[in-house]
């Protein structure tokens, strides 16, 4: 259990600091190129550091859309979340970036800054649980990517449950037909396991450090 007080990694895009020192990684998604500092890049995730140890020029290739990547590179240079500005400051835009950052991290097996993430969404959430908005392509795509039982299933069926409303099925961000079966078999269970227990952890309340898991052994 971390108990460790943790603090709103969200910060201004302004307030980003996109200058490093030491050799610079390349990272190519989707046509466009970012730069890390190898020091902040070696030991966070297997595909990276057999990257690095082949000392090859190619860049990193990541199928992801570049503006996640762009947090995701900020992240590990500085453990900050620059998604905080004035048009998408507290709207389910913000809350839709920080999910599919999560996604990447997971993808990544980057600890590190899985556990930045899951803390940025906790304070999202607990600062603007009106904008607690997930489109169903989002859910799909979480559920296409990940196993059952994973982090970011589970945030997903805790975000619904705490802060779902019958009115999402009447937008066309939020469509039946394009969630899959196994989210509404997370989310029947999650509610009953809410009624089992008389106390349960709510995201409006519980620490930004919920999430957190233990590094593992390539981890910083």
């Not at 902040?40 to 199928?63: C, H, V, W, Y």
């Not at 570049?66 to 835009?93: F, H, K, R």
């Not at 997971?106 to 940025?120: F, P």
């Not at 989210?183 to 999650?190: M, T």
Request: net charge negative.
């Amino acid at each position: 259990m971390f108990t460790t007080p943790v603090k709103d990694p969200r910060v201004s895009e302004d307030n980003a600091n996109t200058s490093f020192r030491g050799r610079a990684i390349e990272i190519l998604a989707r046509g466009e190129y970012f730069h890390v500092a190898e020091e902040q890049i070696k030991g966070r995730s297997k595909l990276f550091d057999d990257m690095i140890n082949r000392q090859t020029r190619e860049p990193i290739t990541l199928d992801h859309d570049p503006d996640i990547v762009q947090l995701y590179v900020n992240l590990m240079n500085d453990n900050i979340i620059p998604v905080i500005d004035s048009a998408s400051s507290g709207t389910s835009e913000e809350f839709h970036k920080l999910m599919h950052l999560l996604l990447l991290t997971e993808k990544l097996n980057d600890v590190m800054a899985r556990n930045i993430t899951t803390a940025g969404i906790v304070a999202f959430l607990q600062t603007n649980p009106d904008n607690a908005f997930i489109y169903s392509t989002t859910i799909r795509r979480i559920y296409d990517c990940t196993n059952a039982g994973n982090i970011c299933r589970e945030i997903v069926i805790h975000v619904v449950r705490e802060f779902g409303s019958s009115s999402w099925y009447g937008t066309c961000a939020f469509s039946l037909g394009s969630v899959p079966a196994a989210f509404f078999q997370d989310l029947s269970i999650a509610f009953m396991e809410l009624r089992d227990h008389e106390t349960s952890h709510t995201l409006r309340t519980c620490p930004l450090n919920y999430y957190y898991t233990e590094a593992e052994g390539n981890q910083k």
